[in-house]
């Protein structure tokens, strides 16, 4: 595989949350009994006639300023083909006068990936099939709910410019974080509410672009990665076969691991795309370009080098990993107002991705001005890092509180440095053989003892006070 | 008796709603088993209705400027819970859950519906002949076609049974059929009255449009459906058209050109009876020039590309999944297909497999593509000629109505029936049907007249004008002998006029 790169674009369906649907009154709800959310005009009886949706546009111009794209003036075409599912067997959808033009989207990693167009258009029903292996072929008969029929979607085309399966996914999982920071999508996956379509081709680096398959039905960021993988893979063993990889639509078997045919190119449609005569274009003016872009908060890469900044310099790996984590959960704001509020920056992003993270939902509504003072007692020394948990627990729980009380009330008193001393001697004293190595040089039997330390006084030491002690009596 | 007459009455309570409504009924009960006009009239619902008008009047109410006006409306209208056939075997059982906007404001301005009028399938046809529940005849000659695609509509009102009636215009499907009927047919400004809850034919074409015995009752009637509606997103933010038509203000001053392109090709005796118009409109006070607007002539290459285009698409959604007929088949495919065949008769299939080849990869820019360019030219054509010119004259069909079954295994020759209405929907303008006399053939003649978008004050001000010099005030039902019209005098908008025309520019 090694000589091999993959080459993949993303298409990735995200349904708006908008109150209505696209082009009717109908609630955009999700989860509702069978066509019991459907009107004349989703359900394209005779007759009906779409009206775009201005929320829609709004959020869809969101999501084109979130990803720096050119917001242009856009019409709708009619995209024809016969499927149950879709009631006037045409979807209307932008075709060559998309919304939004040209972006990029930086993932976490670095790496800058092209967004070729992000457009509106409609969903279409659900179909189950109903018998036998629930699969179309073997099917008894099938069932549609037009429920989702006519809720808004954007799609979002990227260049084919991501090279592993985990960048496609990284790609995949920041999207979902601009989508749903921006307030256009909720990105669950697990509802189809973020749906992704995976390119995938293979070369050898230097080489033009191979035949490309398009892979179809990833309903997860895992499903994604594992798809992407599976399908170079297949391509590579082709081409080593002295086979050709033939364009084709193909769909992901979750269960069975493969991808597997599901049309060629010869099968696939010709949609006879055509200008939407029911509809107007979408002019936007500057004035509403303004608002819209007033109207987005800060978005994920923003918040992450925000975290980065207080940090102040270099973060380890591990304080990579707690800056993604903060701000994926929604932690970093809490972070940045600990840290204002005068909590050292390090401690309040540890504190905040490995404990708070533990309750997302209280630490998105916890009183930053007590978060930032439980950690200022805890780096004073005043408070042990376990006492200190332990009343960040108890501030989670009532949403805020004065830590101090908090720690009166459980009797967290630091100790004073003569019963600490007292006890440290205790513990040298009852183990004279690692303490003669510590002393020799064996750094790491620091440890040992500090943890001997913290039995002893049921966590209540400081830490650091412990080491101190350590360091005065070995030297 | 007008629309404007019997709304006076019911609303002065000099006459009942009711009697209005019985005798229509009563009208249709007499004589449409001879014309076929209606598919289906809804005489309990009618009656019904008509005694709510009563009551408000009753209750010192106006029940509307349509009070107790029996209406007829074409079957490719939406109606609440009353069948809605479109003149199709695939809407078969279908009753829609919805009013059409037109429907409604016919409603909130008192009038009545008394049925579903019969028209081409889909409204697809010049004859009527298309329609799977057999054709309509013409009440002025039952071997004649009562034109095409609104024919039920044009004979209903025709025929006396109502004095209005509401019709689509795809193409020209409510002026040919007023032309052949001897009725008022206009088609309004795109965009002025709602589309919502008519069953599309070609989205970008279509509009609904008032059939009367007058220029003043189509003017009332537009009135009364006209205006902005937020279920149609191609409807126009303006008010509707005034109800009531400018006639006495004179044409001193206007500027009428008789087009070229909808008189040379035409009928001898229709020509003639489209100079005699102008001669009446420069008697009138009117400046009449000769005019040529040669890209007319590829107005009908080009609708019958961009129509079955939009048509193909409109009509995919006839699949027997949700509503109408099914046949059943042993998948999904087969019974689309088998349904699709069983339920579209010969001519809605031509035109859907003529759109779904002009809109194939590799055709689309050859056909679609090209077609939509001549519209843009018959566009700017108009502008400059509507430069030079307030209206333009000319025939609104090639002819007077043919008999029955002489065009059904020629659909060129049908199609070109279309040939002098289809401008004006390319250019989505306003432009109306008046009765001019007869043919040498004794049917009526339609002389048609065209305005730029919005104009319709003016365009039915000069259709009052050609009612007003009509040679026969009405034509009656049966075979009329041709009349010599009642303005005689030279034309002087003759080469002559075009001087004076071309100096103002």
Excluded at chain 1, 1 to 11: A, P, Q, T, Y
Excluded at chain 1, 127 to 149: E, P
Excluded at chain 2, 378 to 407: E, H, M, N
Excluded at chain 2, 449 to 471: D, G, Q, R, S
Aim: with cysteine; hydrophobic share 40%.
């Amino acid at each position: 595989m090694s000589e091999w790169e993959m080459v993949i674009g993303l298409e990735v369906h995200c349904e708006l949350k908008t109150d209505t649907k696209l082009f009717c009154g109908c609630r955009n709800v999700f989860g509702e009994e069978p066509n019991t959310n459907v009107c004349p005009v989703c359900l394209g009886l005779p007759g009906s006639l779409p009206v775009l949706n201005e929320q829609a546009v709004e959020l869809a111009m969101r999501i084109g300023t979130a990803l720096g794209c050119d917001i242009r003036p856009s019409s709708f075409h009619r995209k024809n083909y016969f499927y149950p599912d879709m009631p006037k067997d045409y979807q209307v959808s932008q075709y060559d006068e998309p919304i939004n033009v040209g972006g990029t989207l930086q993932l976490p990693g670095g790496t800058l990936v092209g967004v070729t167009r992000a457009h509106l258009e409609e969903d279409t029903g659900k179909t189950t099939h109903v018998g036998a292996g629930g699969r179309i072929h073997s099917a008894d008969h099938s069932l549609v709910d037009y429920n989702r029929s006519g809720v808004p979607l954007v799609e979002i085309v990227s260049e084919p410019d991501m090279r592993s399966a985990a960048e496609a996914r990284a790609y995949a999982a920041e999207l979902r974080a601009v989508l749903v920071a921006t307030g256009a999508s909720d990105g669950r996956m697990e509802e189809g509410s973020m749906r992704v379509d995976a390119n995938v081709s293979v070369r050898r680096p230097g080489e033009a672009f191979g035949k490309r398959c398009e892979i179809k039905n990833l309903n997860s960021l895992r499903s994604v990665a594992r798809a992407i993988e599976y399908e170079a893979a297949r391509q590579v063993a082709l081409i080593e076969a002295g086979q050709a990889v033939v364009q084709e639509t193909r769909h992901w078997d979750e269960d069975a691991g493969q991808t597997r045919t599901m049309r060629s190119k010869e099968e696939a449609y010709d949609y006879r795309y055509f200008p939407e005569p029911d509809l107007v274009p979408v002019v936007p003016d500057d004035q509403w370009r303004a608002r819209v872009a007033g109207s987005i908060g800060l978005l994920p890469a923003a918040r992450r080098s925000r975290l980065v900044d207080l940090l102040g310099g270099e973060p380890t790996a591990a304080q990579g990993e707690q800056v993604l984590s903060a701000v994926d959960q929604g932690l970093d704001d809490l972070v940045v107002a600990a840290v204002d509020a005068g909590a050292p920056a390090a401690l309040a992003l540890a504190r905040a991705a490995n404990e708070v993270a533990a309750d997302v939902a209280a630490g998105r509504t916890l009183d930053p001005a007590a978060f930032a003072a439980l950690l200022a007692m805890e780096a004073g020394g005043k408070l042990s890092a376990t006492q200190a948990k332990d009343v960040l627990a108890d501030l989670l729980a009532a949403g805020g509180g004065d830590p101090a009380a908090i720690a009166r009330d459980k009797g967290f008193e630091a100790m004073s440095d003569d019963s600490l001393a007292d006890v440290v001697r205790q513990v040298v004293d009852a183990n004279p053989d690692e303490w003669a190595r510590f002393r020799d040089g064996e750094v790491k039997l620091g440890g040992f003892f500090t943890g001997k330390v913290m039995k002893a006084t049921a966590g209540q030491a400081n830490g650091k006070a412990v080491a101190a002690e350590l360091d005065r009596l070995r030297s | 008796m007008s629309a404007q007459a019997i709304a006076d009455d019911v609303r002065s309570g000099r006459r009942s709603a009711r009697s209005v409504v019985e005798s229509s009924l009563a009208a249709v009960a007499a004589g449409d088993g001879d014309v076929h006009a209606f598919l289906l009239v809804t005489a309990d619902d009618a009656l019904a209705a008509a005694d709510r008008v009563d009551e408000r009047v009753a209750a010192g109410e106006d029940p509307g400027p349509l009070a107790g006006v029996p209406v007829a409306l074409k079957d490719n209208l939406c109606t609440k819970g009353v069948p809605t056939t479109c003149g199709s075997r695939i809407l078969d059982g279908w009753r829609p859950p919805y009013d059409a906007t037109v429907v409604d404001r016919l409603r909130a301005a008192g009038a009545v519906v008394v049925g579903k009028t019969n028209l081409d399938e889909f409204a697809m046809g010049s004859s009527t002949e298309n329609s799977a529940f057999g054709p309509t005849r013409n009440p002025r000659d039952t071997s004649r076609v009562p034109g095409g695609s609104s024919g039920g509509s044009a004979a209903a009102v025709a025929a006396g049974f109502v004095p209005l009636a509401l019709g689509s215009d795809t193409g020209g499907s409510i002026r040919q059929p007023a032309a052949f009927c001897g009725v008022v047919g206009m088609k309004p400004t795109y965009g002025t009255v709602s589309r919502y809850g008519l069953v599309a034919f070609a989205s970008s074409l279509d509009q609904i449009g008032p059939f009367a015995t007058s220029v003043a009752d189509a003017a009332l009637l537009l009135a009364a459906i006209a205006g902005h509606d937020p279920c149609d997103s191609t409807s126009l933010d303006r008010p509707a058209p005034p109800g009531l038509v400018d006639a006495d203000a004179g044409l001193s001053g206007l500027r009428v050109g008789v087009c070229a392109e909808l008189v040379d090709g035409v009928a001898p005796d229709v020509a003639k009876r489209v100079r005699q118009a102008a001669d009446a409109l420069a008697a009138a006070g009117a400046t009449v020039v000769d005019l040529a607007v040669p890209e007319l002539r590829y107005g009908l290459s080009a609708y019958y590309l961009l129509a079955p285009a939009e048509a193909s698409s409109n009509l995919a959604r006839y699949d027997g999944v949700r509503f109408g007929l099914r046949v059943p088949a042993a998948d999904v495919t087969a019974m689309n297909t088998a349904t699709r065949t069983a339920g579209f008769g010969a001519e809605v299939k031509r035109r859907i497999m003529l759109g779904t080849y002009a809109l194939s990869a590799g055709y689309y820019d050859a056909y679609y593509g090209q077609a939509q360019r001549v519209r843009t030219l018959v566009i700017r054509a108009f502008d400059r000629a509507y430069q030079q010119v307030d209206v333009l004259l000319g025939a609104t069909a090639p002819s007077t109505a043919f008999p029955l079954g002489d065009r059904v295994d020629d659909p060129m020759a049908m199609y070109l029936s279309d040939v002098c209405t289809i401008p004006s929907n390319l250019a989505g303008h306003p432009a109306i049907s008046v009765p001019f006399g007869t043919g040498d053939d004794g049917l009526p003649v339609g002389v048609q007249i065209l305005a730029p978008a919005l104009a319709e004050p003016t365009l039915f001000k000069v259709a009052a004008a050609i009612e007003a010099a009509a040679p026969t005030a009405g034509v009656g039902l049966g075979p009329h002998a041709s009349e010599e019209p009642a303005v005689e005098e030279g034309r002087s908008g003759a080469p002559g006029g075009v001087a004076g025309t071309e100096a103002a520019r």
